[in-house]
């Protein structure tokens, strides 16, 4: 088994690391550069750079803000938010990313996935899917877009699958019902994306308890953790995430 990555994920909003609830009630929690910094000095193996309103408001994410972050930080720098061509794909790793995500432009132009690895390789290419209860569909979640505000009656293992043909290297499901409460993550969700597209998935959304990040792994399949306000109010460390995984015999770096 391959070390389990433990990603803290810096939601951004007006340039300020946030943190809500159901995608929505955010608070602020950080500056995005002091926090990133202290993630990767604290033993991060990825850090998330997400601008969660940039699709809704319209426009691209803050490339500034991602270059003054990149700039001290030592791990991989995952980013995501307004990403909807190539050519914001190429501004995003010349800020400094080692990864973008991308999310409604995938869902409203796969097309555009599948050029994105012939381009820039599938390890650079992370599809993040928003998804929440619909007991209709086969896999029972439904995606979302816009940052989790239009529903899509689109399954999401489905959906997932068909991506992953594209080539997509890595897929970061996140739960709308658990995001931000802290209760677990939606590990039927994690696990339906996971077995859909054999390609490594990052649990997000609801993570409040140590036990959570090992269900996650365990039960949901995921071959890394991404969590925000356990580590954003101090709840724990990433060491100590780390050191309880290893403790219940989970790899980790």
Do not use: W
């Amino acid at each position: 088994m391959e070390p389990v990555l433990v990603i803290p994920c810096l939601d951004m909003k007006a340039g300020r690391v946030v943190k809500g609830v159901h995608f929505v009630e955010l608070r602020d929690a950080a500056d995005p550069v002091e926090a990133a910094r202290a993630y990767s000095d604290g033993g991060a193996d990825e850090i998330a750079f997400l601008d969660i309103t940039a699709t809704v408001e319209g426009r691209r994410t803050m490339f500034d803000v991602v270059r003054r972050v990149a700039a001290v930080v030592h791990v991989p720098l995952t980013v995501g938010g307004g990403i909807k061509t190539c050519v914001d794909i190429e501004e995003a790793l010349d800020s400094g990313a080692s990864r973008v995500s991308i999310s409604s432009a995938a869902f409203r132009d796969p097309g555009m996935v599948r050029d994105a690895v012939r381009q820039f390789g599938a390890d650079r290419i992370v599809i993040a899917i928003d998804a929440d209860v619909n007991e209709g569909l086969p896999s029972k979640r439904e995606v979302y877009i816009d940052g989790g505000r239009t529903a899509t009656g689109r399954d999401a293992a489905a959906f997932a699958r068909e991506i992953a043909a594209l080539g997509a290297g890595f897929f970061l499901p996140t739960s709308k019902g658990a995001d931000g409460t802290k209760d677990g993550y939606d590990l039927p969700l994690t696990r339906a994306v996971a077995e859909a597209t054999g390609r490594p998935v990052i649990a997000s959304g609801g993570a409040g308890k140590l036990e959570h990040f090992y269900e996650a792994v365990v039960q949901g399949k995921a071959s890394a953790v991404l969590a925000a306000s356990v580590f954003h109010f101090g709840t724990f460390t990433v060491r100590q995430v780390k050191d309880y995984l290893a403790s219940r015999g989970i790899p980790v770096r």
